[in-house]
C-alpha cells in the first residue's frame, strides 16, 4: 500500500477520542475478536484487557448470542416503538428488572450510555414538575465525573477536556461535587479505600446554598471508570443517599461501565448495599455486540407520571432506535449468559486474582498508585515532567505490540477484562506489563 493510500485510508473516518494525526503514522488494528482475545490483521492475538470498551463482560462472539442476533434479523429487522411496540421487549424488560435492584421495575431503552445520561436526567427534571415541585430544576454532578457526551452529560461531567470545546452551551443551573481521588491518603488501596466519606457532605454545602427545593437530582458513577477507576471511600456513597433523601433530591448512579458482573454483582446499587431512584446502563448490557442502552426507573419516579387520568403522553422522549429488535435479541442472549454461566459470580471469585496481579506492579518504575474494586482496576504512573500523557501512550503502544490491550487515560492504564478471563492470562499480562515498565 502507498504511502498517499495509507494517508487516505486513515483520513476518512474521524475517529472518537483519538488523535487521529498520530493513529494514521501508527494505526493499531484489529481484524476480528473470540473469547478474551482480538486478533491483528497478520493473525497475532492481542489479550483483551478492556473488555472492548468496559462492554465484552462475556467475551467476544458467543455463539448464543450470535446466533440469537442472526435469528432476529432473519425474522424482523426493525419495529417503531411509538404507539407501536413488539413483545420482546416487555418479556426484555421483565427480565433485566428481575435482576434490578428492589423497587427499580421500570425500564426506558437508549442506544447508548450517553442517551441513557440524558434521558435520566430528563425523567428527573420531568418527574419534578409532574409532582408540584417544577423549581427543583439543578443537577448536580461530579469533579472528574465521566457522563457520556450528549450535552446534559458533558454539563454534569467532570472531566475538563470533555466540557472544554462547548462550554458556551453547557446546561445552566449546574453544580459539581469534589471528586473523591486522594492519592494522599489513599494510594495503593485495595478495595475501597478507607478516607473520603466525608466529601459527601459538600452536597449539603451545596443545598444550603441553593436551597433544596431548586435541586432535581445528583448524579454520580458509584466507581468512576473513564476518570482512572476512582472508587469511593467507605461510607460514601451511603451518605449521598442520606443527604439526597433528607432533602428529597433524587440520586441518580450511573452504571454504565458497573453494570452487569463488573463489580461482582448485577448492578453497583447492590454491590454497594445503596439504592439509587435512577440507574443508567449500555455497555455491558449486550456485552457490546448491538448497541443498547437502559434506564432502570424507581417505582415512585414511574407512578408519578402514571397515575393520574386521561390518555396523554406521559413522557415526550424518546428514539427511533429504543428497543431495536436485534438489540433487544442480543441484549436477552447476554442476560441468559451472564446468569447460566455463573458470570456474575465468577467475577467475585476473580476479583482477588486480579486484585493480586494489579498489585504485583506496585514497585515497577514509575507506578505511584494503583486501584483496584471487583474487576476493575487503574495502575497510575508518574508522568513525563512538561509531557501529561505521553507516558501512557508508550504504555499503550508498547503493550499493543506486546499482544495486550490496556486503556489509558492520561498517564494511568485502566483495565476491565472480560469476565471469563482466567488467572494464567492475567498474571502473564500483569508480568508483561511490569516488563514493559522497566523500559517505558
Known amino acids: 500500500m502507498s504511502e498517499q493510500s495509507v494517508s487516505d485510508q486513515f483520513n476518512r473516518f474521524w475517529m472518537p477520542f483519538t488523535s487521529n494525526r498520530a493513529f494514521g503514522q501508527n494505526p493499531r488494528l484489529v481484524e476480528r475478536a473470540e473469547g478474551v482475545h482480538y ?22 462472539g458467543h455463539p448464543r448470542v450470535v446466533e440469537a442476533i442472526q435469528a432476529q434479523a432473519a425474522k424482523m429487522d426493525y419495529a417503531p416503538h411509538f404507539n407501536f411496540a413488539h413483545e420482546a421487549a416487555f418479556d426484555l424488560a421483565e427480565q433485566l428488572t428481575a435482576a434490578s435492584p428492589e423497587g427499580l421495575d421500570h425500564v426506558f431503552f437508549t442506544n447508548s450510555g450517553s442517551e441513557s445520561v440524558d434521558t435520566a436526567l430528563k425523567i428527573a427534571l420531568a418527574y419534578q414538575r409532574e409532582r408540584g415541585k417544577g423549581t427543583k430544576t439543578r443537577l448536580i454532578g461530579r469533579e472528574r465525573g465521566y457522563h457520556g457526551v450528549g450535552f446534559g452529560g458533558i454539563s454534569v461531567g467532570g472531566i475538563p477536556y470533555n466540557r472544554m470545546q462547548f462550554s458556551s452551551a453547557l446546561l445552566p443551573g449546574v453544580d459539581h461535587l469534589p471528586h473523591t481521588h486522594l492519592p ?21 454545602r451545596i443545598v444550603t446554598l441553593h436551597h433544596a427545593d431548586n435541586i432535581a437530582a445528583v448524579i454520580v458513577e458509584p466507581v468512576a471508570g473513564s476518570a482512572g477507576v476512582l472508587v469511593p471511600p467507605v461510607g460514601y456513597l451511603k451518605r449521598l443517599r442520606e443527604i439526597c433523601d433528607r432533602h428529597d433530591i433524587l440520586l441518580i448512579f450511573d452504571e454504565v461501565i458497573t453494570a452487569f458482573g463488573r463489580l461482582g454483582a448485577p448492578f453497583a446499587a447492590q454491590a454497594f448495599d445503596v439504592k439509587p431512584d435512577l440507574i443508567t446502563t449500555a455497555k455491558g448490557l449486550t456485552g457490546g455486540a448491538v448497541p443498547m442502552g437502559a434506564v432502570f426507573v424507581a417505582d415512585h419516579v414511574y407512578n408519578a407520571f402514571m397515575d393520574k387520568p386521561g390518555s396523554a403522553i406521559e413522557l415526550f422522549h424518546g428514539y427511533t432506535y429504543s428497543a431495536h429488535p436485534l438489540a433487544v435479541a442480543a441484549c436477552r442472549a447476554t442476560q441468559e449468559v451472564y446468569v447460566e454461566e455463573g458470570l456474575y459470580q465468577r467475577a467475585a471469585e476473580m476479583a482477588p486474582v486480579f486484585e493480586d496481579a494489579l498489585h504485583s506492579m506496585r514497585d515497577a518504575p514509575g507506578v505511584v498508585d494503583i486501584r483496584n474494586y471487583g474487576m476493575m482496576g487503574a495502575v497510575e504512573l508518574r508522568p513525563d515532567e512538561g509531557a501529561p500523557g505521553a507516558r501512557g501512550m508508550r504504555m499503550l503502544q508498547a503493550a499493543f505490540e506486546a499482544g495486550l490491550m490496556v486503556r489509558i487515560t492520561g498517564d494511568t492504564m485502566a483495565f476491565s477484562p472480560p469476565l471469563t478471563i482466567n488467572t494464567e492470562q492475567l498474571e502473564g499480562a500483569t508480568e508483561t506489563l511490569g516488563e514493559l515498565l522497566d523500559r517505558i
Not at 39 to 60: E, I, R, T
Not at 184 to 204: C, I, M, T, V
Open 184 to 204: 494522599e491518603k489513599n494510594a495503593f488501596s485495595r478495595g475501597q479505600p478507607a478516607h473520603g466519606a466525608e466529601l459527601a457532605d459538600e452536597l449539603e
Open 39 to 60: 486478533f491483528k490483521p497478520d493473525g497475532s492475538p492481542v489479550l483483551d484487557l478492556v473488555a472492548g470498551l468496559w462492554c465484552c463482560n462475556a467475551g467476544h
